[in-house]
């Protein structure tokens, strides 16, 4: 093949070579219209008073966009009259990739192929790249693998603060790696060390670092922040993993890639049976992350509306670029949570009743959809969004809006602002395969955002946490309210990678909000906070019942501090170590904490039942059915008689719950079951998850 590369290969509609253009009707075609063109006619009809419904036809095609699509106010339809984007049948496709051509076979077999030009004439920089559509893996030391085998420890973690001629700090970070494979650090050229970065797993969070140097003799690495460590930022031995990507002496397994700026080369080294001739290699396009902008003007009153997309596949982004540093170069990242400073490859500001339904969102390296200030009344419905940089979906204004004359304190919050974000539903989706750039990316992430659902979808194999509401810390009032996370199944989260998390995790008041009817398991934290259900600081007004919760790293449900939550009706099994059931402070800001824990159905094979702290925690915990396999329970640290005479369970009882098979995890409950006796009630766990067809 030749040495000439570029973004090429299946790339369609960059000209509009042919228009097919209808009264109200747009087709998009690989030999027709672009999707800008499309969009651009559309504008102008309207601009001339057409009101009428418009449908834009996209034909089976891979459509590459070299920048953002933007769709402003002036795109929006009306409810009567609304604007379509309609895949016709299978694979209609808007990309943020480019194929990348020019492959030779070297002597090693490893594959290379030039750097793709960026507009500008530059090399373009990139952070992901998918061979026949498959992620494939930046070469990483140590090489992936389960848990914690694919990361190193460390130890003697500390920062400097640097202060240059202007008075500005910066800081240096050395820890030193416990892992005799960390030695291949040493054989970085010093030209490449801007090109290799070093990735922290801190606890909930994460961070990028470009890797600045390394003493092979004492095992000490070295990087830069201008930020500093404050808090819960501190790395440590006990919480901290690291690993390294984009180093050329790792480059070792199949399947994984490497970005070789010295030499202005893209390697890759072929799994079995790929070929150098047939092989499709996708690189996403000079940094491109947001595919789709919708961007209206809350604070005019401005909003894109009333558009509609079905049944069409949005593709391959980039993680976005780092505030400060250059467009065109590596990632450096400072530690968040839930991958909070993350865009999506569709990014909405000043959106109201636009809709996705029956569409895939993949191949990303942030977020697949982020909902911003002032998006109200949209639905993401019959989706399926996978392979993720970050997460799922964001959903969530920059902050807690609140309508003129009022103030956000502990208290019903009824009154929408102008850059209020409410009323938005995400039902019936598969939202997988998540954190793959960034491991704190969240299934979904209802933040500002209140009277929004998340039903029916499928939510699984991601680091973090699978469905988080709120994001406000501790008693200081919150717009997050009445929404409602019902009917999904959430598992396979953590990976025993990253800690404290949980299946549904909330945070602050939340006034009016269910979490309802959910299948939770499988939540396995590195080392500490493994939840199914997790009412962290703050939480508090929130019901959440007929829950079924099993394998969790420390419990099925844990309340950091809270008041006044509702916790009923849920079957919590198989908790490994801190408690089944856990507190962990009983006053905050002189707010004393509560919770109601009523009618549930708590087991354990190992661990205790209750851990520290509910005995300091006031609220009603009445019918609850416990019972330990291993014949020893623990509540509080006490046995079962001397939990109940003080005084916190009333009428509950210590006794087998009659599962029809535990041990396969058929928590359904035998008709002669206990439970039922203490006001138990039976729901059907199976219609969790994608509704039936």
Not at 114 to 122: E, L, Y
Not at 609 to 627: E, F, H, K, S
Request: aromatic residues 10%; charged residues 20%; contains cysteine.
């Amino acid at each position: 093949m030749g040495s000439r590369t570029c973004f090429a290969g299946v790339i369609f509609g960059l000209l509009a070579v042919s228009a097919v253009v209808h009264a109200g009707q747009v087709v998009v075609a690989p030999d027709g219209l672009t999707p800008k063109a499309a969009l651009e006619h559309i504008r102008a009809a309207k601009a001339q008073g057409n009101q009428e419904a418009w449908t834009v036809v996209v034909k089976p095609g891979i459509y590459a966009l070299t920048e953002t699509l933007t769709l402003t106010p002036a795109d929006s339809g009306t409810p009567q009259a609304p604007v379509t984007w309609a895949g016709e049948g299978e694979g209609a496709t808007i990309s943020g990739g480019g194929v990348v051509t020019g492959w030779t076979a070297e002597a090693d077999g490893t594959w290379s192929a030039p750097i793709p030009t960026a507009p500008g004439g530059k090399p373009a920089y990139f952070e992901q790249l998918w061979v026949n559509g498959r992620r494939a893996e930046r070469a990483r030391l140590p090489n992936g693998g389960q848990g914690t085998a694919s990361y190193f420890n460390l130890v003697k973690p500390n920062i400097t603060a640097v202060t240059n001629a202007a008075g500005k700090a910066s800081y240096v970070e050395r820890a030193t790696l416990t892992n005799a494979l960390a030695a291949a650090l040493g054989k970085i050229p010093a030209d490449e060390f801007p090109y290799a970065q070093m990735c922290v797993v801190h606890k909930w969070s994460t961070a990028r670092r470009i890797l600045r140097a390394f003493d092979p003799a004492t095992m000490t690495v070295e990087t830069w922040t201008p930020r500093g460590w404050s808090g819960w930022s501190i790395w440590n031995a006990r919480e901290t993993l690291v690993s390294f990507e984009n180093v050329r002496s790792a480059f070792d397994a199949p399947g994984e890639w490497f970005y070789d700026a010295k030499a202005g080369r893209v390697r890759y080294r072929p799994m079995a049976g790929e070929a150098i001739e047939t092989a499709v290699v996708i690189a996403p396009s000079a940094k491109l992350s947001q595919l789709i902008a919708i961007k209206g003007n809350p604070d005019k009153g401005e909003f894109v509306h009333d558009i509609a997309f079905r049944n069409l596949t949005f593709a391959y982004s980039d993680a976005p670029p780092t505030d400060g540093a250059p467009v065109n170069g590596p990632t450096e990242s400072w530690q968040h949570q839930a991958a909070s400073g993350s865009d999506g490859l569709v990014t909405a500001e000043g959106a109201h009743r636009v809709t996705w339904d029956t569409c895939v969102i993949a191949h990303t390296g942030n977020y697949a959809l982020r909902f911003n200030d002032g998006c109200v009344s949209n639905r993401i419905a019959n989706c399926t969004i996978e392979d993720l940089g970050a997460g799922g979906v964001w959903m969530g204004a920059s902050n807690g809006h609140v309508a003129k004359g009022e103030t956000l304190k502990r208290r019903v919050i009824k009154t929408l602002a102008p850059r209020s974000t409410a009323f938005n539903v995400i039902d019936n989706c598969v939202i997988r395969k998540g954190g793959l750039f960034n491991p704190e990316g969240t299934g979904v992430a209802l933040t500002h955002v209140s009277d929004s659902k998340v039903t029916h979808c499928e939510i699984y194999d991601f680091y973090y946490t699978g469905v988080s509401v709120g994001w406000t810390w501790g008693f200081q009032g919150s717009v997050a309210q009445r929404n409602e996370v019902a009917f999904n199944k959430i598992y396979d989260l953590g990976k025993g990678i990253m800690s404290d998390m949980g299946g549904v995790y909330t945070l602050g008041t939340s006034y009016g909000t269910t979490v309802h009817d959910n299948v939770i398991h499988d939540v396995w934290a590195y080392s500490y906070g493994g939840w199914a259900l997790y009412t962290d600081e703050g939480s508090e007004g929130i019901v959440m019942e007929r829950n079924l919760c099993w394998n969790t790293t420390d419990g099925g449900f844990h309340q950091h501090y809270g008041a006044g939550c509702i916790i009923r009706n849920n079957v919590f099994a198989w908790n490994k170590k801190l408690g089944a059931v856990r507190m962990a402070r009983q006053v905050v800001q002189d707010v004393p904490c509560t919770l109601h824990f009523v009618n549930n159905v708590v087991v354990v094979r190992e661990g205790p039942l209750v851990g520290r702290g509910p005995r300091g925690v006031g609220g009603i915990w009445a019918g609850n059915l416990w019972y330990d396999y291993s014949g020893k329970p623990e509540l509080d640290s006490l046995a079962w008689d001397a939990w109940q005479t003080c005084g916190k369970e009333v009428g509950g009882r210590y006794a087998d719950p009659l599962f029809e098979n535990a041990d396969a995890c058929d928590f359904r409950l035998k008709p002669e079951s206990p439970a039922f006796a203490l006001g138990f009630k039976a729901w059907d766990h199976t219609q969790a998850g994608l509704r039936k067809k």
